[in-house]
């Protein structure tokens, strides 16, 4: 698929977006038709979370991630003439092909033979069924060619992540190998079915999912609502692992520093076999997108899904009394390895066998959800997505800002978040491991060694050389210097950008903070609506004056 490009003003990376989320699962894994109808549901119900051009027939993007339906694509293979074995014996990749007849066959071609090279089999290749005509002529424009490979599990490879394993390492190669091919989803699990619609366009647009023999125990869905982006049918959710609501708002310094450890990242899961998934972060992905490619390749390092989301959105640990030391030791030792993505978020992620949700550590994207007592979790970024009756709710709750709920399908459980994070918080010895280990910088020994002084002339030249000011000197080094205090300022300027001043400036002024914490709606919504004002004072003659004159009349 075509990437975005500067142009102007414009930049990719400034992109953001605000959307709404939901899932249904059923607690105990059994699979089911009405699991994926009610979540269509939810999303339909989600229209005012979802953004749409001005003509009103074109969305920014509507999705659904669920459990790969052996039932259903056991039947719609045996239609193509090709036969899939058993369930998990076999991956789906869902692709967006280019419509040109010759490139679709040139991309085909070079996923047949990276599949083939990497071990795999492919069995056969299966057309999705769709109705362009439910569309806007926007999305059909720019619609793929939809189609889906099916590949057979070598037998000596153990089926689940495995095998996955295996296709992420193909699927990442082939993305590597063309630029105008999109891959959806490569996976035995899970299957993820998305574009640029309305959100009742999903249901109607994709066969697959009206036909009452796709059934599934976990379905997440997404309605995309982008404040300041171009929408497309790659930027759609779910990605492959996770649906996200909200902005990650460190993601340049993320990208960065994945970017650095990649010259020293090793894992035994991918041995030998490293250089073909790097670039772990792809630059031209979205804030969620760039989340997604980090858990992927966490997970298929060895990482449990839960924990790799636990270490790159972290609760708020350092100050917080209420939580265990073995939870703080956890969370320190990974503190060392991997910054937060922080940002406003809720985040919900699956694998295909468990199916979770977090929330940043602030609580800015709430999440609610329902648990009923026919064992189905409803979960959603507000209440009211979904008609269920008051006898049949069990429970009634919602996201704590840096909790973590998580439902085990496989074990039929739902897991709180003090369960979980004990449990893996007890692992390992991650306390003995900080005390044996960790160096702290007050603990490093300074070299008895005097420290250089200068005359009064030296000073004054260098200070004048690195672009000091007497007022910087007076309110800030000079208090710093005697008491040992920091300097109070204001987050406001107003002296011009170091770049077009005509002072010289320290090369420090030449740099900016990139992060804001945005709010929407904002936390304080009184205080952040006050407009402060000033009153002046004008002579008949037009100058201004310095005080309150007699007799003053206030204009309105």
């Known amino acids: 698929m075509s990437k975005e490009r500067s142009r102007g003003l414009y930049r990719p990376e400034f992109e953001h977006d605000n959307c709404g989320i939901g899932a249904v699962v059923n607690i105990k894994g059994k699979k089911s038709h009405d699991t994926v109808a009610n979540a269509l549901k939810i999303v339909e119900n989600l229209e005012h979370r979802a953004g749409k051009d ?55 071609k070079m996923f047949e033979i990276i599949v083939e090279k990497e071990g795999l089999k492919l069995l056969g290749w299966r057309t999705v069924p769709v109705i362009p005509e439910v569309l806007g002529h926007k999305a059909r424009e720019c619609m793929p060619y939809i189609m889906q490979a099916f590949i057979g599990k070598p037998q000596d490879v153990e089926p689940g992540l495995s095998f996955d394993r295996m296709l992420y390492i193909a699927r990442r190669e082939f993305e590597q190998s ?40 976990i379905a997440i869905v997404h309605s995309r609502f982008s404040t300041n982006t171009n929408p497309s049918w790659e930027r759609a959710h779910p990605n492959r692992f996770i649906v996200h609501n909200g902005e990650i708002n460190t993601i340049r310094g993320n990208a960065d520093k994945m970017l650095a450890r990649e010259e020293n990242m090793e894992s035994p899961y991918l041995k030998n076999e490293l250089h073909k998934v790097l670039p772990v972060v792809n630059r031209n992905g979205s804030d969620s997108a760039m989340l997604d490619n980090t858990l992927e390749f966490l997970v298929m390092s060895g990482m449990d899904l839960p924990l790799a989301v636990m270490i790159t959105i972290p609760e708020p640990w350092a100050n917080n009394d209420t939580i265990s030391q073995e939870t703080r030791d956890f969370y ?52 009211g997505v979904l008609p269920v009756p008051e006898e049949k709710i069990v429970l009634k709750e919602r996201l704590h800002p840096g909790k973590m709920l998580l439902v085990d399908t496989v074990n039929g459980k739902l897991i709180d978040d003090n369960e979980l994070k004990e449990k893996y918080a007890k692992l390992q010895p991650y306390g003995e491991w900080l005390d044996s280990h960790l160096l702290q910088l007050k603990d490093i020994k300074i070299p008895n060694e005097r420290i250089e002084e200068y005359t009064t002339e030296q ?45 010289h400036r320290p090369l420090f002024d030449y740099f900016k903070q990139l992060f804001a914490q945005v709010t929407n709606p904002p936390i304080d919504a009184i205080r952040e609506e006050i407009v402060t004002s ?9 100058n201004l004056l310095e005080q309150k004159p007699e007799n003053c009349q206030v204009l309105k």
């Open 54 to 108: 001005a003509e009103g027939k074109t969305g920014d993007g509507v999705g659904i991630l669920l459990q790969v339906s052996h039932r259903f694509f056991k039947k719609a293979c045996k239609k193509e003439g090709f036969d899939i074995g058993n369930e998990r014996e076999y991956g789906i990749a869902q692709i967006f092909f280019p419509r040109h007849e010759i490139k679709r066959a040139q991309a085909k």
């Open 178 to 217: 063309t630029d105008n091919t999109y891959v959806v989803s490569m996976s035995s699990r899970t299957i993820v079915y998305k574009g640029m619609f309305l959100v009742g366009q999903l249901r109607t647009f994709f066969e697959d999912l009206q036909s009452p023999d796709y059934e599934s125990a």
């Open 332 to 383: 320190q030792y990974y503190a060392t390895m991997m910054e937060p993505w922080d940002g406003p978020a809720s985040i919900l992620f699956s694998d295909g066998d468990v199916m979770g949700a977090v929330l940043d550590r602030n609580g800015l994207r709430p999440s609610r959800y329902y648990i009923t007592s026919d064992g189905f979790l409803i979960l959603s970024s507000e209440v």
């Open 459 to 503: 000073r004054a030249r260098l200070q004048k050389a690195f672009g000091y000011t007497y007022e910087q000197y007076r309110t800030g080094i000079r208090n710093m210097a005697l008491n040992g205090s920091e300097s109070i300022g204001a987050m406001g300027t107003d002296t011009p950008l170091a770049v077009l001043s005509k002072e």
């Open 534 to 542: 000033t009153s002046v004072y004008v002579g008949k003659d037009g």
